[in-house]
């Protein structure tokens, strides 16, 4: 069986209004780049400070290189893991940083950005081959020379704001000192929860009057030297409300009834922010809610299209189809018709034939019944009787009188001259 995924804004705590649950309850469950594939990548990136720091940065000092408005950490954090291609923002931050600092506009980031980046720090840093510490360091390095390049550029861009100390100051929600070291729990301007803790140089106060004479007669910046304190450790430790929210619950849980605890004093700074946390993450799951919708419609509309694209050519080939079974049907239709008449013909001319044969069989039967009756050798015979008989003039008996005259006929026709001769009357004495 396959186990139903509930939405995360179900576990979400009382100190979160209703409201505000069924509007998260309407966006995805997590968006991409909380897909736990990315989550060892984006646990490194998210600890390193130097990528917090460029963070900060380009939602304060952005227009120093002449910036857009538009930015959010999450996208950013999409194109530097590689989950977004091509990488729009992260391309446009590149090809402002080395334009305010070069005053040269690159046209290829892929082409150019390193041969730049080696031009500015004067050495081969093969960028395109470094690993993905190695080029936020870059990019953390380029932003520090950025804003020592032009301090009265700098002042200007600071003077946007109306309380510069506010806006640029990070205060720490708990502050906890422990000899040589401190902690400090932040909330910076992405809406997460950082952890830094800074380590101090430990100083030694010598007993001793001379010794102390000593160490002040030594020049300041050898005493100096080493003074500086170092961050050992940064670390998020939540992104998002539900991280957040969870984190919270976790700190009051472990704190019980210890007011004066570092988790109950924790808990109850991180209180005043949720409001904050909320109205980041909800406008950021709002916009994934939305890219998911429009994605979804452009596939509807390219389905749409294809499927309009797949009914035409239906249509046009059920057309063909018809205009040719119609032709086919219309070429049998003529050649039955040219069978008929042909037949027709035919018969008409069989008919003529036969028409004009029976005429003249009927002739010669309604002239000569006898003659044709006879044989071939009566008539022969006969023939034979009738000639001597008009050779010699001899005397021929009435009933054969027809045929000394059709002889006659014939051998005019025959020899085409009329003879001359009497006909016979054999009353004639």
């Known amino acids: 069986m396959h186990s139903v995924s509930i939405h995360p804004a179900t576990n979400l705590s009382k100190r979160v209004g209703e409201d505000v649950k069924k509007q998260f309850l309407t966006t995805p469950p997590a968006l991409l780049i ?12 998210r600890n390193d400070y130097k990528f917090c720091y460029l963070v900060q940065w380009l939602y304060v000092l952005k227009h120093l290189i002449r910036m857009g408005e538009a930015f959010d950490v999450e996208n950013l954090e999409e194109e530097v893991i590689g989950i ?15 334009q305010y600092l070069s005053n040269y506009k690159i046209n290829s980031v892929s082409d150019e950005f390193s041969g730049c980046v080696d031009q500015i720090f004067g050495s081969e840093m093969e960028y395109d081959t470094l690993g993905l510490e190695d080029k936020v360091d870059i990019l953390y390095q380029l932003v520090l020379r950025a804003n020592k390049k032009s301090p009265d550029h700098f002042r200007k861009i600071l003077s946007r704001y109306d309380d ?60 100096f030297d080493n003074i500086e304190p170092k961050v050992v450790e940064w670390k998020c430790l939540a992104a998002g409300i539900y ?21 109950y004093r924790l808990a109850s700074r991180l209180d005043s922010c949720y409001d904050r946390v909320i109205a980041h993450d909800l406008r950021k799951r ?37 205009r040719r079974h119609a032709d086919q049907e219309r070429l049998e239709a003529e050649a039955a018709d040219r069978r008929v008449e042909r037949r027709r013909k035919m018969k008409e001319k069989q008919y003529a034939l036969a028409s004009m044969g029976s005429r003249s069989q009927t002739k010669t039967r309604s002239s000569s019944p006898v003659y044709d009756a006879q044989t071939r050798e009566e008539r022969e015979l006969k023939r034979q009787k009738v000639q001597a008989v008009i050779l010699n003039g001899g005397e021929i008996k009435q009933e054969e009188n027809w045929q000394v005259l059709i002889y006659s006929m014939r051998m005019i026709k025959t020899s085409f001259t009329m003879p001359t001769f009497i006909p016979y009357n054999p009353h004639k004495e």
């Open 34 to 45: 909380e897909n736990p594939a990315y989550s060892s990548i984006l646990s490194k990136l």
């Open 84 to 98: 977004a291609d091509p990488p729009v923002f992260l391309d446009s931050f590149k090809v402002k940083l080395i």
């Open 164 to 223: 510069q100390e506010e806006e640029m100051r990070v205060t720490p929600l708990l502050q906890v000192s422990n000899g040589d070291t401190r902690e400090e729990y932040l909330m910076l301007k992405d809406a997460r929860l950082y952890y830094r803790k800074w380590e101090f140089v430990k100083m030694s106060v010598p007993k001793k009057r001379k010794d102390y004479l000593k160490e002040i007669e030594e020049p300041e910046y050898i005493y």
């Open 243 to 263: 991280q957040f929210d969870r984190y919270t619950q976790d700190l009051k849980a472990s704190a019980g009834r210890k007011k004066k605890s570092i988790s």
């Open 286 to 322: 709002k916009q994934a809610l939305q890219r998911k919708k429009e994605v979804k419609m452009q596939f509807m509309l390219a389905h749409r299209k294809r499927s309009s694209r797949l009914m035409e050519r239906e249509e046009h080939r059920k057309e063909q189809e018809a």
